[in-house]
């Protein structure tokens, strides 16, 4: 067997060195990305806002539409509104639009009394709540003035949000059997409004 000449020892020397680098270069690059972990996870946190809703019976229909009004003459009609928001709150009762001619709205007095039962149409079965059922009773014109938002509107009803709640409201008006002359051929107007705050 022949033995290496000494070029060819070197010439071998000097592959070795190169070699032997990238060898170490691959065993570095490994243990670098070799290491041990932990992780732990809180799910995917998410936020929802509360709801307060209210709807009524009315099919967008005025409660009264009365002509002919005369001393003595009365009328009165019901409306059920529901609470379905999620959120406890406070119900009130305001007018809005208020309007009046030949001062006809001093001379008529208005009830709005709340309980359950009846509804938009009829007052058939109408039961007043056991307390503070009586929310008004003034003139028309009073309460066209006095109550006109949340913060001045009547009613103590407070739905828990937990489910669905029912009020009805019964709303009586009479023109006063001593109305002057002079509010013939008066008009009066005024719309009602539910509203609900968060509580």
Not at 37 to 63: K, M
């Amino acid at each position: 067997m022949s033995r290496p000449t000494p070029r060819m020892t070197r010439l071998a020397a000097w592959i070795a060195i190169p070699a032997a680098l990238v060898a170490s270069g691959v065993v570095v690059s490994q243990a670098s990305y070799s290491a041990f972990s932990s992780t732990t996870v809180n799910p995917t946190s998410n936020w929802t806002a509360g709801s307060v809703a209210l709807t009524d019976d009315d099919s967008n229909t005025a409660l009264f539409t009365a002509s002919n009004l005369k001393p003595g003459s009365t009328g009165s009609n019901c409306i059920a509104v529901t609470s379905s928001g999620s959120l406890a709150s406070t119900v009130k009762l305001y007018g809005t639009n208020a309007s009046t001619t030949n001062n006809l709205a001093s001379n008529i007095t208005l009830s709005v009394v709340q309980g359950t039962g009846g509804g938009f149409g009829t007052c058939a079965g109408f039961t007043p709540s056991a307390a503070g059922s009586s929310l008004y009773s003034g003139t028309l014109a009073a309460f066209g003035t006095s109550s006109t938002n949340f913060s001045n509107g009547v009613g103590n009803w407070a739905p828990t949000g937990t489910a669905a709640e029912t009020r009805v409201y019964q709303v009586t008006y009479t023109v006063s059997p001593s109305a002057p002359n002079s509010t013939q051929g008066g008009t009066a107007a005024l719309g009602l409004t539910w509203e609900a705050q968060n509580s």
